[in-house]
């Protein structure tokens, strides 16, 4: 596979857009229901020229082909700052390039095409949006409403060579190029074979002005010298009489400021060199620099102005993309780069040109331009999951109101807006919550369309259907839907892990979708329809007995799906009440009694008897006697672990303490209690002790820093707004004379299981003056019952069969915490489910599962997937958000700066889903975006099946794919198939053998020939 692309010839472009459009309505992956129309006649004078929106594409992947500048055009974006070409046009860069999963990086983004190319391209743009424009009816403004700007690099001796002299001065004049009269040409000639009005268009075509552009960026290197910039600057406005704006770097802010900020914001992954500061231009110069520039842009009549900003030269610690420097973009960025425009405009009383790129995003265009500052450019923004799509939305956020008539920057609201940035949350890096939202799932070749929330839930709950009917109202049939996987969705609805929203699509967008709170709506509205609807079962002709010992999530979990299929179930339970730790740990604040007593109902329901107040100490053989054939062991995880001190005071458990809050909160604790611990048992603890009489102060004590903590985020953050205090990187080592001593850590490298590790910092420490301690490390199986019934333990565990969890004692089963220790509720249901399911197989037995329906209107869900939108308390509207990544996922599509992947339909019974995806080889530079962005573990421009242009690309790429080859018959293929090399003649007689392959593409040659070279 190739690392760089090959340009579109104009008339395939041409070809391409018209036949796209036509047949699939959509234009290079862009749904014609994206279409930014703009219908104001006010346009924004700006360079001497006239703009309908602005904003648009930064240099960068999007505007590096002029694919990319169509796709920008058409979802909104009418100021394009062209990809900085330089003199060095022979580039190798190291693959994958980009790492955009959170805030941006990437290794280098100057032009990767030859500098001849790279004219080709722009001037191919330029003329084909003029034609869409026109064609299409995306706007009748008599001017062409959008702006090309050039952005030229890295210093005056490269731009003053005579290839760059040419390309600078057939932008400002194509005219001087022989390739401006030729596309008019072709187009003109094209124009006829269409439906439009020929003289017409031929008029319009022949008026489409020659002069691309009159305006540059200039992008200098990191350390650049100041006298540099000011040559190049003073040439470009002189010699080539073009308004120049010049990229700042935020260094220019200070490697203090810097580094104060991203640690305030939380960005301690991010590693800066100082030296960087030291070397790059530095503020007393810059403002001198600017100065002097302004006074002779006024001079030689050109505008003058700062791009803010230039990315962030960072220590590549993550060795996610190769090297040992990157350039740090997005998010983290902005509130550097808004500060730094805030600093200068200051410096200027407002009376300087700024526009903007650093981190610019949906959160916060409409406020950048409200303070007087535009243009408004993007990168990282656009690479995120609805990738162009994204400009529409920013295009339509009334964003004539933001444009003041003004020709100053609003220095104050700059100073308001800068300092709120430094506090806003979207721009702290918790804000996310995960890394990545992948699934440990191996991409295939075709049918990858999945749910990320219901792959990375432990009962693969049909999350997005549920939500779908909440929205729609149907409380009864989304407890259906859940219950048919869950049989406690009450408690799940409030105490679940929900490793579903850490994996939620939604996350690269903004936040997840609220699935739980759905979960929860669905149960609390569908229940007791649902309860009249369930026929009541009973244990009479039921022949096989099964026994389950305790009463917990594991328990109940077993006995809902054995006695829904058929089985005589029995539960003993030495509490006096069903529900485990949930019924007897959990605080109410929690989980609500009634949640509990619902979900225990609701399984009585199948003929599921309870015998409460067991011994302890079970007999498997005497159970055996009396008739049980299958025995399930969830006993839970009851022993505490010890937490080792020098005390002269009882130390309390976390779980011992939660049953006594949970019987009785009037009990003494002290003034001051520190409860020892970061999951959430912790958390329960330290809430509980808030609420008990007399307590005054509650102390959460961690060795590590709050990201690191198991607990749930919403649970830290509900302990934090109960007034508990939170002391990180802190060990208690001593209690004695109510004085608790803490010895400081700090964090060291990571672990194997990826938390960073601590060690001390010596003879550093802190007291607390403490009544009271609560330890919450956590719980551990009691082994010595396991051993008495002869179940075989090794290393404090019993041994299982991992595919049934049954012991070495036939049909004896265990699971939930009695077999992993303490483990969430919903995988404590997943062990109930697959014991249940093991004990079925044995019987042939079927649990009576339902039919999921999952219609999903298309074009909605196209609009859907193009938009940021926040969670809000209206649940109709939350469930709205959730994107029915079970239907069409397409991320790669919309990923991809240069629309290398694409989305093929193919209704065929052989395929599990309507769409698929192919991957262009020619227009892939391995940038890598895709990757990171697939909920799998993989990569679709490797393992999606790939059209070549030829067969010598074929030959040098590893992927599977194929070549339609040249000549009288056009079904004609050479391809790659599972790494062996074929050829049909004959692609409409399917073999057998290769069945998807061939029909996928029989489907590419009939329905998608524009995309064939």
């Known amino acids: 596979m190739p690392d760089i692309m090959n340009p579109i010839p104009f008339q395939s472009l041409l070809k391409r857009i018209i036949e796209e459009e036509k047949n699939h309505k959509s234009i290079f992956g862009i749904k014609s229901v994206n279409f930014y129309k703009s219908n104001s006649k006010n346009l924004y004078p700006y360079l001497g020229r006239f703009l309908e929106t602005p904003i648009g594409p930064a240099a960068g992947p999007h505007t590096q082909l002029a694919q990319n500048i169509i796709c920008a055009y058409l979802t909104g974006g009418r100021f394009f700052e062209l990809k900085t070409v330089q003199k060095i046009d022979e580039l190798k860069i190291d693959r994958p390039c980009i790492d955009a999963e959170d805030e941006g990086y990437n290794v280098e983004w100057s032009q990767e095409l030859k500098l001849?190319?790279?004219?080709?391209?722009?001037?191919?743009?330029?003329?084909?949006?003029?034609?869409?424009?026109?064609?299409?009816?995306?706007?009748?403004?008599?001017?062409?409403?959008f702006i090309f700007n050039m952005s030229v690099g890295y210093d005056l001796e490269g731009i003053k060579t005579e290839r760059m002299n040419h390309f600078i001065e057939e932008l400002k004049d194509a005219n001087k190029s022989k390739l401006f009269l030729k596309y008019q040409n072709e187009l003109i000639e094209f124009t006829g074979t269409i439906d439009a009005d020929n003289n017409s268009f031929i008029d319009y075509i022949k008026s489409i002005s020659p002069f691309v552009s009159n305006s540059v960026t200039l992008s200098t290197m990191h350390g650049c010298p100041p006298n540099e910039i000011e040559s190049i600057v003073k040439y470009l406005i002189k010699e080539k009489k073009l308004h120049t704006y010049v990229k700042l770097n935020p260094t220019l802010l200070g490697f203090e400021f810097v580094q104060a900020s991203l640690e305030k914001l939380g960005y301690n992954k991010i590693y800066l060199e100082k030296h960087s500061f030291?070397?790059?231009?530095?503020?007393?110069?810059?403002?001198?620099?600017?100065?002097?520039?302004?006074?002779?842009?006024?001079?030689?009549?050109?505008?003058?102005?700062?791009?803010?900003?230039?990315?962030?030269?960072?220590?590549n610690n993550k060795q996610r993309i190769p090297g040992n420097e990157m350039y740090m973009s997005g998010r983290a960025l902005f509130p550097l780069t808004i500060n730094l425009a805030h600093k200068i405009a200051k410096q200027f009383n407002g009376n300087i040109n700024i526009s903007f790129s650093g981190g610019a995003s949906i959160n916060n265009t409409?406020?950048?331009?409200?303070?007087?500052?535009?243009?408004?450019?993007?990168?990282?923004?656009?690479?995120?999951?609805?990738?162009?799509?994204?400009?529409?939305?920013?295009?339509?956020?009334?964003?004539?109101?933001?444009?003041?008539?003004?020709?100053?920057?609003?220095?104050?609201?700059?100073?308001?807006?800068?300092?709120?940035?430094?506090?806003?949350?979207?721009?702290?890096?918790?804000?996310?919550?995960?890394?990545?939202?992948?699934?440990?799932?191996?991409?295939?070749?075709?049918?990858?369309?999945?749910?990320?929330c219901k792959v990375a839930c432990p009962i693969h709950q049909d999350v997005p259907e549920y939500i779908r009917l909440v929205g729609e109202g149907k409380y009864e049939k989304a407890l259906q839907v859940i219950i048919d996987k869950n049989p406690l969705p009450h408690i799940t609805g409030y105490v679940c892990d929900h490793q579903c929203m850490f994996h939620c699509t939604r996350i690269d967008y903004d936040e997840a979708v609220k699935i739980r709170d759905l979960k929860k709506e669905a149960a609390l509205y569908g229940f007791n329809n649902l309860m009249e609807n369930i026929a009541l079962t009973d244990n009479d002709n039921r022949t096989i007995k099964a026994a389950i010992i305790g009463a917990g999530p594991s328990g109940l979990s077993a006995a809902y799906f054995l006695g829904k299929s058929g089985v005589d179930v029995t539960v003993f339970e030495k509490e006096m009440r069903a529900g485990g730790i949930v019924q007897n740990v959990l605080p109410q604040f929690r989980l609500p009694q009634s949640a509990i007593d619902n979900d225990i109902k609701f399984i009585e329901q199948f003929g599921v008897r309870f015998i409460y107040g067991s011994e302890k100490s079970f007999s498997v053989s005497k159970l055996k006697a009396k008739g049980y054939k299958y025995i399930y062991i969830a006993i839970g995880a009851g022993k505490s672990n010890i937490f080792k001190i020098k005390?002269?005071?009882?130390?309390?458990?976390?779980?011992?303490?939660?049953?006594?809050?949970?019987?009785?909160?009037?009990?003494?604790?002290?003034?001051?209690?520190?409860?020892?611990?970061g999951g959430?048992?912790?958390?329960?603890?330290?809430?509980?002790?808030?609420?008990?009489?007399?307590?005054?102060?509650?102390?959460?004590?961690?060795?590590?820093?709050?990201?690191?903590?198991?607990?749930?985020?919403?649970?830290?953050?509900?302990?934090?707004?109960?007034?508990?205090?939170?002391?990180?990187?802190?060990?208690?080592?001593?209690?004695?004379?109510?004085?608790?001593?803490?010895?400081?850590?700090?964090?060291?490298?990571?672990?194997?299981?990826?938390?960073?590790?601590?060690?001390?910092?010596?003879?550093?420490?802190?007291?607390?003056?403490?009544?009271?301690?609560?330890?919450?490390?956590?719980?551990?199986?009691?082994?010595?019952?396991?051993?008495?019934?002869?179940?075989?333990?090794?290393?404090?565990?019993?041994?299982?069969?991992?595919?049934?969890?049954?012991?070495?004692?036939?049909?004896?089963?265990?699971?939930?915490?009695?077999?992993?220790?303490?483990?969430?509720?919903?995988?404590?249901?997943?062990?109930?489910?697959?014991v249940a399911n093991a004990i079925l197989k044995k019987e042939n037995l079927l649990y009576p599962s339902i039919n999921v329906n999952a219609a999903v209107n298309t074009k909605n869900l196209n609009l859907l997937k193009a938009k940021v939108d926040w969670h809000?308390?209206?649940?109709?509207?939350?469930?709205?958000?959730?994107?029915?990544?079970?239907?069409?996922?397409?991320?790669?599509?919309?990923?991809?700066?240069?629309?290398?992947?694409?989305?093929?339909?193919?209704?065929?019974?052989?395929?599990r889903d309507a769409n698929q995806i192919l991957h262009i080889d020619s227009l892939c530079n391995e940038c890598g975006n895709c990757e990171t962005f697939c909920p799998h573990e993989g990569a679709p421009y490797k393992d999606k099946f790939t059209l070549f242009a030829?067969?010598?690309?074929?030959?040098?790429?590893?992927?599977?794919?194929?070549?339609?080859?040249?000549?009288?018959?056009?079904?004609?293929?050479?391809?790659?198939?599972?790494?062996?090399?074929?050829?049909?003649?004959?692609?409409?007689?399917?073999?057998?053998?290769?069945?998807?392959?061939?029909?996928?593409?029989?489907?590419?040659?009939?329905?998608?020939?524009f995309l064939i070279s």
């Open 116 to 145: 001849e190319q790279s004219y080709d391209e722009y001037l191919k743009a330029w003329i084909l949006l003029h034609f869409i424009k026109k064609y299409f009816g995306l706007s009748d403004n008599a001017n062409s409403g």
């Open 278 to 315: 030291e070397n790059d231009l530095q503020w007393k110069d810059a403002i001198s620099m600017l100065q002097r520039l302004k006074l002779f842009a006024k001079e030689n009549k050109k505008e003058f102005g700062v791009k803010l900003s230039n990315t962030l030269a960072v220590k």
């Open 366 to 452: 409409k406020e950048i331009l409200e303070t007087g500052i535009r243009p408004v450019t993007f990168v990282t923004e656009l690479l995120k999951p609805g990738g162009y799509n994204r400009l529409k939305q920013i295009a339509e956020l009334q964003i004539e109101s933001c444009l003041i008539n003004s020709n100053s920057v609003d220095v104050m609201r700059l100073k308001t807006f800068a300092k709120l940035s430094l506090n806003n949350s979207i721009y702290n890096k918790e804000n996310r919550g995960v890394e990545s939202i992948k699934v440990p799932e191996k991409l295939d070749t075709f049918n990858c369309f999945i749910a990320p």
């Open 647 to 677: 005390s002269d005071k009882e130390i309390i458990n976390a779980i011992d303490f939660l049953k006594h809050f949970h019987k009785n909160n009037n009990f003494s604790l002290g003034k001051n209690v520190a409860v020892i611990g």
């Open 680 to 834: 959430n048992s912790a958390m329960d603890s330290a809430r509980a002790a808030m609420r008990c009489i007399g307590v005054e102060n509650v102390f959460l004590l961690y060795r590590r820093t709050k990201e690191f903590m198991p607990a749930d985020r919403e649970e830290f953050e509900a302990a934090i707004f109960d007034g508990v205090m939170f002391k990180e990187l802190l060990l208690p080592c001593e209690f004695t004379n109510g004085n608790l001593i803490c010895q400081k850590m700090r964090l060291a490298e990571p672990g194997v299981d990826g938390r960073r590790n601590v060690v001390p910092i010596e003879n550093s420490f802190e007291e607390f003056k403490i009544d009271l301690i609560i330890s919450a490390i956590g719980e551990s199986v009691e082994t010595d019952i396991l051993e008495y019934n002869k179940i075989q333990i090794t290393l404090n565990k019993a041994e299982v069969d991992p595919a049934t969890n049954e012991t070495n004692i036939e049909n004896v089963f265990i699971g939930g915490d009695a077999l992993k220790g303490p483990s969430t509720v919903v995988e404590a249901i997943a062990d109930g489910r697959k």
């Open 872 to 911: 809000s308390n209206d649940i109709q509207h939350e469930s709205l958000r959730c994107l029915s990544c079970n239907m069409i996922c397409n991320k790669c599509v919309d990923v991809c700066p240069n629309r290398a992947n694409v989305e093929i339909k193919i209704a065929h019974p052989v395929f």
């Open 950 to 1009: 030829s067969v010598d690309d074929l030959n040098q790429s590893k992927n599977d794919g194929f070549v339609i080859l040249n000549g009288e018959n056009q079904y004609s293929v050479t391809a790659r198939i599972d790494g062996q090399f074929l050829e049909f003649s004959d692609i409409l007689h399917t073999d057998e053998r290769f069945g998807k392959y061939l029909l996928f593409i029989r489907s590419v040659v009939e329905n998608y020939s």
